[in-house]
Structure formats: structure tokens, C-alpha cells
């Protein structure tokens, strides 16, 4: 596609149940990012994943958290037994990945909504 | 470790004023990209700029000009006569170049208001 989609646009959860946020990257793009943005905060980096390489994951908050990439494309963040505090739009971006082709290009996010 | 500083929380302006962002970062790495993007009410963050750390030259893109300077550890965003759709939170980015961590680290931006 043209752009970074993200799915769904909003997502109401009960505490307690698992979630899956899915992410398409730009085609072409071999980089991808996961972040999160809490109310009126910043962005808070969660997980890189570089190609085939072994995917950063340093800015994962929790073991309740994880991510995948299949295919060297499409994403899903999964989180596992939701929390208040989980409550957030996340968002995900890609990048070509390449040496002076760096930057990255953000999808709408998707808001989580914890109740 | 990267830190990047955006102390302006809030600006407002009258449209057709000039506006400048101040954002100063922290690294330890010799060469490193500097970003900035603009999240209008819409939600999605937009590219607007990237700068390498071996070139200091300074870039002009229509309204918007951006001051890089090394020596002060800062990458300043100013908008010229700026207008009503200007209104938007601008976040400030850096991030390592070549191998090892390659997250993104963002201020916490600043939200600029332009009133008509």
C-alpha cells in the first residue's frame, strides 16, 4: 500500500483479556517500529525488527508484551492479559532501512482502550 | 545512552508570527541522525526532516527552516509566518547511525498553537 496501516483503528478491551495490534509496512520497507504514545505523552519505543535479523526488543515494558514479523512484512504486537496502564495508542512505523534512507513513516495508530 | 530535550511544552502564536522549536539532545555516538515530525490533531506523526551529524548545513523547505548546530548539541525548527495548519505537537527525534540500536529516540514535542 502507500502508507504504514495499522488494525484496527480502536480497540476496547476488557482488563484482563489479550490483544492484537497488526501492522502492514510500506512495501519494500525492511525496517519496522513499534511504539507506544500514552495521553498527552510522548513516544515510547518498544520494538525494532531489521530485516532478518534478531528483533530489538529493549523497550518492551513487560513479559506481557511481544511481537512478530512474518514474512519480513506484516506485524502484530500482542499484548497478554491487558492492564489499565496499557491503555494507549500504538504505533507502528517502517523504513527502507537502508544507509541514508532512515527515516520512518508512521501508520495512524491504533488507540487501546483498557476498561 | 540518547536523551533529546524539547523544553517548550507549549507555544502559542498569532498567525503570520514567526515560531522557532528549540530541541537539544544527548549522544554518545560520533555520527547520528536527527529528525523532526509534526502530529497534527489527526493523530498520525509526519516526517518532516532528516539531518546527518557531519553535515551542518542548514535547510530551508518553504516556511520552514531548520538551524543544526553540533557545537551546541542542537537541531532548531523555525516555521515563518506561520498559519492556522501549522497547529500541531512537533517532536523532535535522534537516532544512532550505522550498526547497533537503531530505535528512534523522541522529546516529548511541543505543542504549538496558531491562532488566527
Redesign the interface.
Known amino acids: 500500500g502507500a502508507g504504514v496501516s495499522q488494525s484496527p483503528s480502536n480497540k476496547v478491551t476488557e482488563k484482563g483479556k489479550d490483544v492484537e495490534l497488526r501492522c502492514d509496512p510500506i512495501s519494500g520497507h525492511t ?1 519496522l ?1 513499534w ?1 507506544r504514545q500514552s495521553l498527552g ?3 515510547e ?1 518498544l520494538i ?1 525488527f ?1 530485516g532478518n535479523s534478531a528483533p ?1 526488543k ?2 518492551l515494558p513487560s513479559d506481557r508484551f511481544s511481537a512478530e514479523r512474518t514474512g519480513g512484512s506484516v506485524s502484530t504486537l500482542t499484548i497478554q492479559r491487558t492492564q489499565q496502564e496499557d491503555s494507549a ?1 500504538y ?1 507502528c ?1 517502517s523504513s527502507l532501512g537502508q ?2 534512507r ?8 491504533t488507540r487501546l482502550t483498557v476498561v | 545512552a540518547q536523551k533529546v530535550t524539547q523544553a517548550q511544552t507549549e507555544i502559542s502564536v498569532v498567525e503570520k508570527e514567526d515560531v522557532t522549536l528549540d530541541c537539544v539532545y544527548e549522544t554518545r555516538d560520533t555520527t547520528y541522525y536527527l529528525f523532526w515530525y509534526k502530529q497534527p490533531p489527526s493523530g498520525e506523526l509526519v516526517f518532516l526532516i532528516r539531518r546527518n551529524s557531519f553535515d551542518e548545513q542548514n535547510e530551508i523547505s518553504g516556511r520552514y527552516s531548520w538551524n543544526f548546530q553540533k557545537s551546541t548539541s542542537s537541531f532548531n525548527f523555525t516555521i515563518t509566518a506561520s498559519q492556522v495548519v501549522d497547529s500541531a505537537v512537533y517532536f523532535c527525534a535522534l537516532r544512532k547511525m550505522g550498526t547497533g540500536r537503531r530505535a528512534l529516540t523522541f522529546g516529548s514535542g511541543t505543542r504549538l498553537q496558531v491562532q488566527p
Do not use: I, K, N, W
Request: aromatic share 24%.
Open positions: 525496517a517500529y511504539y505523552q510522548g513516544l519505543f525494532y531489521q530489538d529493549s523497550g495508542v504505533l512505523a544507509a541514508r532512515v527515516e520512518a513513516f508512521f501508520g495512524q495508530g
